[in-house]
């Protein structure tokens, strides 16, 4: 496609579960500027409405019998299979995919993109049409470390993540739900999407486990984070699910290779790195997951020294795993290709 200011057709890959929607009501919101927007999803959504801002409903369309022939742009919002089905279809089309799956994002070749962290990697063209966004947990923590790693270099961060229910789709959503509600009525409700009971309850385990004993969201989380920001870096991960419905929480701990105060920490966030601080040392001086929900900036609280090593500092992120740790990270990549000057 020749430089433009805008993109003739965009497709919604995915469009009636949580990322989806979230997109629709992202691309409104921020009056991306489409002529035209059209949803897909699975054969058995066919005919289905989904709300495109206030006052518009699309209709859905049967991703298996879609042309993405005209399509010039194209957000996947769904899982790694039908990313792994669909994705490369899109591209041998001429379209350009905006994948938020795990399929691409350590693939060659294939730019992992926070506009707010790397986003000069945009300025080249994507040579295989994909772009990758980046993982719910390591959207967040990027946008927390890149300007502490710009003051003093990282050299181990480890977090423990406190991830809602909603990273896991609509039907985890309602598994939480139904569990709550049959607590209070005396009701057996078995687990379906987790592995134990989620309601008043945590679970120390998301995505399966591998060799060595840690999870592929524990995995993915060091991966993507050392692509982003720096391979150096060393990280471990705990990924826990808890019984929140919106909005992931980290518990982290920085060691850097040189001093920085927490002070320094709190001053190099900013609107514009996509972080804003609230860490005053009371007893409503932190964000909590109920307050970020339908937020676009990560916040960061409880900003403090790590007395344990040399040059650390410990912190508390929150975010809104649907917005900036999904769908609102997808947009901003598309709107920043729109302003580079190479060809998109």
Not at 130 to 157: Q, Y
Not at 160 to 176: F, H, I, K, N
Not at 229 to 235: C, E, G, M, V
Not at 307 to 324: E, F, M
């Amino acid at each position: 496609m020749d430089k433009r200011t805008y993109f003739n057709k965009v497709a919604i890959v995915g469009a009636t579960g949580n990322v989806g929607r979230e997109v629709l009501a992202t691309l409104a919101e921020r009056k991306f500027p489409a002529k035209k927007v059209v949803a897909l999803a699975s054969e058995s959504s066919l005919g289905k409405e989904v709300s495109y801002g206030e006052n518009e409903l699309l209709s859905v369309e049967a991703l298996p019998h879609y042309d993405f022939s005209g399509t010039d742009l194209a957000f996947f919002c769904t899982n790694s299979d039908v990313a792994r089905d669909y994705v490369k279809k899109a591209t041998a089309a001429g379209t350009l995919v905006i994948d938020s799956s795990s399929e691409f994002r350590l693939e060659p070749g294939v730019p992992l993109v926070i506009p707010e962290v790397n986003g000069h990697v945009l300025d080249t063209a994507p040579k295989k049409n994909i772009i990758a966004n980046g993982n719910c947990v390591a959207i967040p923590l990027c946008l927390v470390l890149k300007p502490l790693h710009d003051i003093a270099p990282i050299k181990r961060v480890v977090l423990s993540t406190y991830q809602s229910v909603s990273g896991a789709g609509q039907a985890a959503m309602d598994e939480l739900f139904n569990q709550t509600k049959a607590i209070f009525v005396n009701e057996d409700q078995k687990p379906q999407e987790f592995t134990k009971p989620i309601a008043f309850n945590v679970i120390p385990h998301i995505d399966d486990f591998e060799k060595g004993g840690a999870t592929g969201e524990e995995t993915k989380i060091a991966m993507v984070t050392k692509k982003v920001l720096d391979p150096k870096i060393n990280i471990m991960a705990t990924c826990v699910r808890v019984p929140v419905f919106i909005g992931h929480s980290m518990s982290v701990t920085i060691e850097f290779e040189s001093e920085i105060t927490p002070t320094q920490a709190r001053q190099s966030y900013g609107i514009e790195k996509g972080v804003l601080p609230l860490d005053r040392p009371e007893e409503d001086g932190y964000v909590t997951p109920l307050e970020i929900a339908g937020e676009d900036m990560v916040m960061v609280s409880r900003i403090r020294r790590d007395t344990t090593v040399p040059h650390g500092l410990a912190l508390w992120i929150v975010s809104d795993n649907l917005r900036k740790g999904a769908a609102l990270n997808a947009v901003q990549i598309a709107e920043t290709l729109l302003t580079k000057k190479t060809k998109v």
